[in-house]
């Protein structure tokens, strides 16, 4: 990217100018003329700071590369604290991750939350690169340091091919205690301990080496449509990832949008049959009552801080391996405050369940990882416009081990067997990007022969 390295100049020569020695925010924008000559994604690849985040919305029209952080959060609440000190930059963002635990009061650290040093931003076909300058004591100082971390920047920008072969796979938890749980849960819905519960798998893959985390997120992008797309990289070999096709809330000043994205079938590739598969899914009593319940508690839970509130007609979202039920709702806020969001809506009915602390509790007792960015979300926030996706078919790189995520919704009804077999779809998206065929510890151990990484739905 020349013109980024042109820009890079520029910006080293601002910041040589005589800076105050005091506490203070300054921001630098450059318009890039024309489309870059390389990807954002191999751009931010490159780079050797950390950490390192990238988002592409799911409309594709909106991307972000990001690296180097001028100040962190361990909090929503310290971010959003720290924005209202600058009202007149209403657009500076932070990004980053918010843990499934994220929204809990008391929760401290538990979130990723940063205000980049270096921001290069796509909205439509229009390139800008941002430089935040910030210190809590001195911007003097402050500028020096950002004058040699600009150096590090490099302009490498082929991304690795994904080489990486599974070696092995462990399902946490394995099939019969996945049936054992599902059987636990229905019982206690029979007893009218919660309505709905959300649980998870994780599978853990054994990598032949490390995973390039940048390369595979690359790959999910190009086949994955209709999907955010995030990662965030805390180092070189530590990374978590995904591309979610669903939005925890988007807000623009008052207005606040978001969705229930519940009830699931298998995809289809063939238009016809994929149409069939989503009629069916239309009229399933079963997934139908499974979204309704996340509509009903994402309104509940939105009165006393909206205005009004419209609920959308259900749709089909249809993705590479699965399709689902959506219902959009946009609500009118009372007052603008993105902690109060994110506590009303994470971890939503769709990913938690119903009533919510009930369901939490019982995916405490009885899941044996802990989600930690599993399920929670991912994306950024602003004085005038905030926008997170829900962490799902996401995935952490950590060395030469992937661990991949997805969970189902249970409900009075549901079938452990199609309940596994729907994880397996929706872990898929992301599995099937390394390999069709892999052995499991679980066929191991039985002596069965590979098993495929989707099976029919």
């Known amino acids: 990217m020349k013109q980024i390295s042109a820009i890079l100049d520029q910006l080293d020569t601002v910041l040589s100018a005589d800076f105050p020695d005091a506490a203070g925010l300054r921001q630098f924008s450059y318009i890039l003329t024309g489309r870059p000559d390389s990807d954002m994604l191999e751009w931010l690849n490159a780079q050797t700071c950390y950490p390192k985040f990238y988002w592409q919305h799911r409309d594709e029209n909106e991307e972000a590369a990001l690296c180097g952080d001028a100040v962190n959060f361990g909090h929503l609440f310290a971010a959003q604290v720290f924005l209202q000190q600058y009202p007149q930059l209403p657009d500076l963002r932070i990004w980053g991750l918010n843990a499934f635990h994220g929204a809990d009061e008391a929760a401290s650290d538990t979130n990723a939350l940063f205000l980049p040093r270096i921001e290069l931003n796509r909205r439509g076909e229009n390139f800008t690169l941002l430089c935040n300058l910030y210190s809590p004591h001195s911007l003097r100082e402050e500028a020096t340091r950002m004058r040699t971390?600009?150096?590090?920047?490099?302009?490498?920008?082929?991304?690795?091919?994904?080489?990486?072969?599974?070696?092995?796979?462990?399902?946490?938890?394995?099939?019969?205690?996945?049936?054992?749980?599902?059987?636990?849960?229905?019982?206690?819905?029979?007893?009218?301990?919660?309505?709905?519960?959300?649980?998870?798998?994780?599978?853990?893959?054994?990598?032949?080496?490390?995973?390039?985390?940048?390369a595979f997120l690359a790959a999910s992008r190009a086949v994955n449509h209709h999907c955010y797309h995030f990662m965030m990289a805390f180092t070189a070999q530590q990374a978590f990832l995904g591309s979610s096709p669903e939005r925890l809330f988007l807000r623009e000043n008052h207005e606040l949008f978001t969705e229930a994205l519940a009830g699931t079938v298998a995809g289809a590739v063939e238009n016809r049959q994929a149409h069939l598969l989503g009629q069916w899914l239309l009229n399933d009593p079963k997934n139908q009552r499974e979204n309704m319940l996340v509509v009903d508690d994402i309104c509940q839970r939105l009165q006393g801080s909206a205005r009004s509130l419209d609920v959308l007609p259900a749709e089909i979202l249809r993705l590479r391996k699965v399709q689902h039920l959506r219902r959009s709702i946009h609500a009118v806020l009372t007052h603008t405050d993105d902690v109060n969001?994110?506590?009303?809506?994470?971890?939503?009915?769709?990913?938690?369940?119903?009533?919510?602390?009930?369901?939490?509790d019982f995916i405490a007792r009885h899941e044996p990882f802990d989600r930690k960015w599993y399920a929670g979300s991912a994306g950024y926030l602003s004085l005038a416009r905030s926008e997170f996706t829900v962490a799902l078919r996401s995935a952490a790189v950590k060395g030469d081990?992937?661990?991949?995520?997805?969970?189902?919704?249970?409900?009075?009804?549901?079938?452990?067997?199609?309940?596994?077999?729907?994880?397996?779809?929706?872990?898929?998206?992301?599995?099937?990007?390394?390999?069709?065929?892999?052995?499991?510890?679980?066929?191991?151990?039985?002596?069965?022969?590979?098993?495929?990484?989707?099976r029919a739905g």
């Open 149 to 214: 971390f600009l150096r590090s920047l490099v302009n490498r920008y082929s991304l690795p091919a994904l080489t990486s072969h599974v070696m092995q796979l462990q399902h946490q938890p394995a099939k019969p205690q996945w049936q054992q749980m599902i059987h636990t849960a229905l019982r206690c819905i029979q007893q009218g301990q919660f309505d709905k519960v959300v649980l998870a798998r994780k599978t853990t893959l054994t990598l032949s080496h490390p995973l390039n985390a940048t």
């Open 341 to 360: 969001c994110l506590q009303r809506l994470q971890p939503t009915a769709a990913v938690a369940g119903l009533p919510r602390q009930a369901a939490r």
């Open 401 to 454: 081990q992937l661990e991949l995520f997805a969970g189902a919704g249970i409900v009075a009804g549901s079938d452990a067997e199609q309940e596994w077999q729907e994880i397996e779809n929706k872990a898929a998206g992301l599995r099937t990007l390394l390999e069709e065929n892999v052995l499991s510890v679980d066929d191991i151990l039985s002596n069965e022969n590979t098993i495929p990484a989707v």
